[in-house]
Each structure stands twice: as C-alpha cells, then as structure tokens.
C-alpha cells in the first residue's frame, strides 16, 4: 500500500482539540479488482461542522463513509478519523463514532424504549465528563420524535418513524463524529423538517461533527456548512452552496421590467449593476429580480465536467 503520511498519532485517539481535524483524507484510493472508484479523494472536516457528499450514483459515496467508518479496508492513501487511522481503531474509538446506515431491520420484536436502552448500555463504560454516555433514554425519544412509540414493536413502526429509531440508534452513544447515509429517504416533509432542526441541534449544542450522504440537493444545500461533490473518483468541487455558484458561472442574472417591458442582464458583479440601473431609471424600475445559479444546476455542471474530465 502506498501510504501519504499524516500528522497525528494511531491508537485509541483521547479527545481532538478544538482545532485540530476530526477528519482528514489524503489521496485516498479505492478499487474493488480492476474497477477504480476513489482515484484521490481529499478533503478535511472540523469539529462541529456539517459535510453533505453529494454524487451521482455509483460515484463512491458509501464505499467513501465505509472506509472513514472503518468498516471497509482502503486501496491507498492516508485516513484519519478522530485522530485515528479507521483500520487500525480499536473498541473506545468506535464508541465515540455514531452509525446510521442504510435500515435497523433486526429485532422486530423488540419495543422501541426497550432496544435504545439495551444498545445504550454498551456505551456506558465509555462515559466521560463532558460527553456523558449513553443518551438517556427519555431525552433521545424526545429529540428524535418517537416518546409516543416508546412502547410500540419495531415491526409496528411506519417507514419514517423507523427512519428516526435508526437515527436514536446511531446517536445512543452521545457520538463526536456521526454519519448518516441518506438519513431522510422516506421521511414526508415534516418529519424531514423536524430531523433538519435535529442535525442543526447536535452541531449547535454538542458540537457534534457530521458526514451525510444525501440525493436531495434542497437538504443539502439547508445543512451543509460545506458540500463536497464527488464525480469522476475525486472531489470535484467543494464549498458552501453560494461558493459553489459562483466557482460555476461567476455570473449572477437580474431581471426587470421598465415601461412594460421585460429585461434580463448577466453580470459578475450584480451589486453594481443594480446601482447603475437605478441611478439611471430609478422608480420606473419593477419586478426586480437577482438570481445565482441554483445547487441543481451548478451540480449538474459540476458532475458533467468532472466525468468528461476523468475519461
Ligand atoms: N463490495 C463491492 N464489490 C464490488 N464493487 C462494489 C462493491 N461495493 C460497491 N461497489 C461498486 O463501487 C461503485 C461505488 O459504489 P458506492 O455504493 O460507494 O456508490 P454511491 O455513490 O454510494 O452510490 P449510490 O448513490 O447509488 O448509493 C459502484 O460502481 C458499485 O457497484
């Protein structure tokens, strides 16, 4: 293996200060036999902050999360998660990551109140002063909506309260770091609004740091501090969805009316020209309307550059 080297120590990893990355990717490399799909991923994540992965499908997203989860042995390149590299973190580094995968199908039988408390107490052990552990029971139903199905059988469950149970189940252990792969698929739009407040919660209070994958560009561009688009086995681009805009076009539209009729404008630099524009028209000026490049479009530039490039 080819390895990049990384500043930080391997072991159990005790704490990040404040600073110092939570995760930190260098020119990771995936293939599974001869397919290539990580050809140099790099990117880094702070404490507290919110990173949406955006890609079309089959471009490496899970197979990305696996590896920093430690669930999937890398090809090459250079991985610390929690200061740990995830192939070689042991049992105390786990417990300060949270899991959300896919869907919890096991334990049909089992109450939900019932489970939370029986997958809690594993964490018990790993409880310190200023991340208690685990989540008591009552506060984490309250958090994630489902204090009135605390007694009700997870078969019994609906699509989107599950959806939630499998959040409670990767949040029990008060996580640092937690993932979530497609979080919402399933949700309607109240139960999506109500897990956003959740995620925005966790970051604000606990200063949990978060990796979500996600196909919903409207959620992603709510969350994210910052989106990072992997097209073509990198990083094709990563920013806020503002930053993301204008690396695309640079170019905002405006468009207006004045003495019925319509006008639509180009320009770099949309302040300036709003400011000519009524300098030189002022009230006869209406319908004002500046605009960026949606997330839609600039991802769909974005993606299309990055496989044109890769082939
Ligand atoms: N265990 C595996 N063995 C062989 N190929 C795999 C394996 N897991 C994933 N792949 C392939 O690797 C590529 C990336 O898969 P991955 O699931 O990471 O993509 P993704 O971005 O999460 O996709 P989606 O948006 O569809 O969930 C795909 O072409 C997939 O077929």
């Known amino acids: 293996m080819n390895e990049t080297v990384l500043a930080g120590e391997a072991g159990v990893g005790r704490g990040v200060p404040i600073d110092e990355a939570v995760i930190e990717v260098r020119d990771l490399r995936m293939s599974y036999g ?6 140099g991923v790099d990117f880094t994540a702070h404490r507290g902050e919110v990173l949406v992965l955006l890609g079309p499908n089959g471009a490496g997203k899970t197979t990305t999360i696996e590896i920093l989860e430690g669930f999937r042995r890398r090809s090459g390149g250079a991985v610390r998660v929690l200061g740990v590299d995830p192939e070689q973190g ?15 199908r096991d334990h049909s039988k089992w109450k939900v109140r019932e489970l939370l408390e029986h997958l809690g107490a594993y964490y018990s052990v790993y409880s310190t002063a200023d991340r208690p552990r685990p989540w008591p029971v009552d506060e984490l139903l309250e958090v994630v909506g489902l204090t009135e199905s605390a007694g009700t059988k997870i078969a019994r469950l609906s699509g989107g309260q599950r959806r939630r149970l499998d959040v409670a189940i990767g949040i029990v252990g008060h996580p640092e770091l937690l ?13 999506r609004r109500e897990f956003h407040d959740l995620v925005h919660r966790l970051t604000d209070v606990d200063e949990t740091t978060i990796m979500l994958t996600t196909h919903d560009l409207d959620e992603a561009e709510k969350l994210a501090d910052r989106i990072l688009i992997l097209s073509g086995g990198r990083i094709a681009a990563a920013g806020s969805a503002d930053e993301l805009s204008r690396q695309v076009s640079g170019e905002t539209e405006i468009r207006w009316t004045r003495d019925g009729q319509r006008f639509v404008h180009s320009a770099a630099e949309a302040t300036g020209f709003v400011r000519e524009l009524f300098r030189q028209h002022g009230d006869a000026i209406g319908d004002l309307e500046v605009r960026r490049s949606s997330l839609e479009e600039t991802y769909m530039k974005l993606v299309r550059e990055a496989e044109g490039s890769a082939r």
């Open 179 to 191: 993932f979530l792969d497609e979080p919402t698929v399933g949700f309607d739009p109240e139960a």
């Open 90 to 104: 042991a049992e105390q580094w786990r417990a300060r990551l949270g899991v959300v995968l896919q869907s919890w």
């Open 34 to 39: 001869p397919k290539e799909v990580l050809t």
